[in-house]
């Protein structure tokens, strides 16, 4: 592990990654079925989160605004266009569940979003997202700890058999399911928690809904206190894991950092292999293993002569960094948008949280740029190698489909890293 830069004296982003809490909480309620996202804020925050999630998925994103202005929010802030804008939705449909989200302008003025809930006579959970601190992977993590906490019923005992799945916001909904089928394959009935893999996978359904159509079911929400294990994906979960046990001290939870690469799946498969009591595992994970250990070696000499920039959530850092640090590639620099615990654990020379500037003038440090939409320019302008990864990709379709997880996506994550840095270095060569 290398140096952990968590302050650069900057007094502002100057080309900022970050994304809001918001946003983050959005998108979680978005894995409910039938969940209206409701932000309370001003109609810009909502706007730019419908756009920018559209654009990201190529999918319809709905999501309603209680429309505060900083004169209403001064005057009475969600007292009223909390409860006018749960009507203004239920009087045109009626959702399963509404999610409500707080802002930075709400924020600031104090809105007690509680006690406003209490007035509201319809299935509500409520979540503190200011966006001016934390970022998107902080948001999607309190918006499941409000679900937990609120839905769900506490029980004394267990159902053998089903599992839990918390993932963390960096994994896309292709690789939810690819986690659910692995843990299924050692006979368990397995919910996510939130479920993008039903919601916003690419899916052509029979018509356009004004709700969130897929993704876990309220009542299955409710019950989720009767699993008899919980699996939780990424650091910023570990607080949703705990509030479940809240609810169920007899919950065996098993935590993992991230699931991409080898030794992370080794883990898990170790694990589901401990707790359900088989000896083997199914065959098509040995099979898959195989695949990557092969993957690892055929990519070694690319990846080993390659200096990577990684940018990104500290949960996609950690899963990216460990992947091709296993494969012999070297981390010189990763970008994390806001700090987080985890950081220490990421294997690069240097973790630095900050903006695409502090990247700019480092770019004598790497070659080839793992990262989102927003590294694009930054790779063209200084001739650096590009894979586009994370939130927002609006230069690409298909981003629910792409895996980096276990044996299987991880086999393709390094295959296509691996031919990004010899397509970027035979165009040097020739340049």
């Given at each position: 592990?290398?140096?952990?830069?968590?302050?650069?004296?900057?007094?502002?982003?100057?080309?900022?990654?970050?994304?809001?809490?918001?946003?983050?909480?959005?998108?979680?309620?978005?894995?409910?079925?039938?969940?209206?996202?409701?932000?309370?804020?001003?109609?810009?925050?909502?706007?730019?989160?419908?756009?920018?999630?559209?654009?990201?998925?190529?999918?319809?994103?709905?999501?309603?605004?209680?429309?505060?202005?900083?004169?209403?929010?001064?005057?009475?802030?969600?007292?009223?266009?909390?409860?006018?804008?749960?009507?203004?939705?239920?009087?045109?449909?009626?959702?399963?569940?509404?999610?409500?989200?707080?802002?930075?302008?709400?924020?600031?003025?104090?809105?007690?979003?509680?006690?406003?809930?209490?007035?509201?006579?319809?299935?509500?959970?409520?979540?503190?997202?200011?966006?001016?601190?934390?970022?998107?992977?902080?948001?999607?993590?309190?918006?499941?700890?409000?679900?937990?906490?609120?839905?769900?019923?506490?029980?004394?005992?267990?159902?053998?058999?089903?599992?839990?799945?918390?993932?963390?916001?960096?994994?896309?909904?292709?690789?939810?399911?690819?986690?659910?089928?692995?843990?299924?394959?050692?006979?368990?009935?397995?919910?996510?928690?939130?479920?993008?893999?039903?919601?916003?996978?690419?899916?052509?359904?029979?018509?356009?809904?004004?709700?969130?159509?897929?993704?876990?079911?309220?009542?299955?929400?409710?019950?989720?206190?009767?699993?008899?294990?919980?699996?939780?994906?990424?650091?910023?979960?570990?607080?949703?894991?705990?509030?479940?046990?809240?609810?169920?001290?007899?919950?065996?939870?098993?935590?993992?950092?991230?699931?991409?690469?080898?030794?992370?799946?080794?883990?898990?498969?170790?694990?589901?292999?401990?707790?359900?009591?088989?000896?083997?595992?199914?065959?098509?994970?040995?099979?898959?293993?195989?695949?990557?250990?092969?993957?690892?070696?055929?990519?070694?000499?690319?990846?080993?002569?390659?200096?990577?920039?990684?940018?990104?959530?500290?949960?996609?850092?950690?899963?990216?960094?460990?992947?091709?640090?296993?494969?012999?590639?070297?981390?010189?620099?990763?970008?994390?948008?806001?700090?987080?615990?985890?950081?220490?654990?990421?294997?690069?020379?240097?973790?630095?949280?900050?903006?695409?500037?502090?990247?700019e003038v480092r770019q004598e440090d790497y070659d080839l740029v793992i990262g989102n939409f927003h590294c694009e320019a930054l790779a063209h302008r200084h001739g650096k190698g590009l894979v586009l990864r994370g939130f927002p990709n609006w230069e690409e379709v298909g981003n629910q489909l792409k895996n980096d997880q276990l044996?299987?996506?991880?086999?393709?994550?390094?295959?296509?890293?691996?031919?990004?840095?010899?397509?970027?270095?035979?165009?040097?060569?020739?340049?």
């Amino acid at each position: 592990m290398g140096e952990v830069i968590r302050k650069t004296g900057k007094p502002l982003q100057v080309n900022p990654i970050r994304l809001s809490q918001p946003m983050g909480a959005t998108l979680a309620f978005l894995g409910v079925h039938g969940c209206m996202p409701l932000m309370h804020g001003g109609m810009g925050c909502t706007s730019f989160t419908k756009v920018f999630l559209t654009r990201h998925f190529s999918e319809p994103i709905a999501i309603q605004t209680t429309a505060v202005t900083d004169v209403s929010a001064v005057l009475d802030g969600g007292d009223t266009s909390i409860p006018e804008a749960v009507r203004n939705i239920t009087a045109k449909v009626t959702p399963s569940l509404i999610g409500l989200c707080s802002t930075g302008l709400t924020e600031t003025k104090g809105d007690d979003l509680g006690g406003i809930a209490g007035q509201v006579d319809f299935p509500l959970v409520y979540v503190h997202t200011t966006d001016y601190e934390g970022g998107l992977e902080s948001g999607w993590g309190k918006a499941v700890r409000a679900m937990i906490d609120q839905l769900t019923k506490p029980c004394d005992a267990v159902q053998k058999g089903k599992a839990i799945l918390l993932p963390h916001v960096g994994l896309q909904p292709i690789e939810v399911e690819r986690i659910k089928e692995f843990i299924a394959r050692f006979g368990y009935q397995v919910h996510a928690l939130p479920d993008l893999s039903t919601a916003l996978d690419g899916h052509l359904g029979e018509k356009q809904s004004a709700l969130s159509s897929g993704g876990i079911e309220v009542e299955q929400i409710r019950s989720l206190a009767e699993a008899a294990l919980v699996i939780s994906v990424g650091a910023s979960m570990l607080p949703s894991a705990a509030a479940l046990l809240n609810k169920n001290p007899a919950l065996c939870h098993r935590h993992f950092p991230h699931l991409q690469g080898l030794a992370a799946t080794d883990a898990l498969a170790a694990a589901l292999l401990a707790e359900s009591g088989r000896e083997l595992p199914h065959p098509a994970i040995v099979r898959w293993r195989r695949r990557l250990q092969d993957a690892m070696l055929d990519t070694h000499f690319a990846l080993g002569q390659t200096r990577f920039l990684v940018a990104g959530e500290p949960d996609f850092l950690a899963g990216a960094c460990q992947a091709l640090a296993e494969a012999g590639g070297r981390v010189t620099l990763a970008l994390a948008t806001v700090d987080a615990p985890g950081l220490d654990e990421v294997p690069a020379d240097r973790v630095l949280v900050g903006d695409l500037e502090d990247a700019e003038v480092r770019q004598e440090d790497y070659d080839l740029v793992i990262g989102n939409f927003h590294c694009e320019a930054l790779a063209h302008r200084h001739g650096k190698g590009l894979v586009l990864r994370g939130f927002p990709n609006w230069e690409e379709v298909g981003n629910q489909l792409k895996n980096d997880q276990l044996y299987e996506g991880g086999a393709y994550f390094l295959c296509e890293t691996a031919n990004a840095a010899e397509h970027h270095r035979r165009a040097t060569t020739h340049a």
